[in-house]
Each structure stands twice: as C-alpha cells, then as structure tokens.
C-alpha cells in the first residue's frame, strides 16, 4: 500500500516495504513476484515507478529477472548500514518536519548549518 499523503516518494515507499517483507522472511528467496504490470496496476502507480524500485533490488542484487520466469527474491538483504541511505533517511524525516512546521527550504539548510557547526 502507498500513502500518497506521507511525503515520502512512492517508489520509495514500495522499495521499502519489499526490503521489509524480505528481511522479515514474508518474501523469502526464490519468492515470486508480481510482474511490473500487475504491482504497478494493484498499487495505483505508473509502470516506470514499480519498474525503478525492481531495478534497484536488482542492481542490488536482492531480485532476479529471467524471461518468462519473472522476478524472484534473489537474497535477503542484511540490514542498513550504508551511511548515504541511513543519511537520506534521516534528510527525509527533516524535510517532512521543517514542511509540517511551515519552514522553507533555505531557512531548514540554515537550521542544518548552524546544528552541525555547533556539534549538533
């Protein structure tokens, strides 16, 4: 399911929750997944939004796609510790938080600037 309301991207919001389903052993390898067409046609979203996330997997290399076998859980993938996507995650939350205040883009960087020169 995608909350269009949530402020986070719908590819995002897929990818995420497909790395949960795989984590939590709801997807586990081998598992076949819908088609492009059909997740994209059950989630309301463009084709090219569900087709971005399972590239993504796949560049990963958590999916596999082979011709006429579709798309299958290629592994599990371990938990994040890649700092550029702990980094994004957090940079989201902040920008949710600065729009839910009313704040603008430059006045949440100056909010950045000032935080990290003063060790937070």
Known sequence: ??????GV????????????????????????LPSIRQLARDLGL??????????????????HTA??????VAAVPQP??????ALDDAATHYVLAAKALGVNSHHAVQAVLHAYRNGG
């Open 1 to 6: 399911m995608v909350d269009p309301d949530s």
């Open 9 to 32: 991207a719908p590819w995002r919001q897929v990818r995420d929750q497909l790395l949960h389903l795989m984590r939590v052993g709801e997807l586990p390898v081998g598992a076949l």
């Open 67 to 72: 011709r006429r076998a579709g798309t299958v």
């Open 80 to 85: 994040e510790t890649d700092v550029a996507t």
């Open 46 to 63: 463009s084709v090219g939004t569900v087709a971005r996330v399972y590239r993504e997997l796949e560049t990963a290399g958590l999916l």
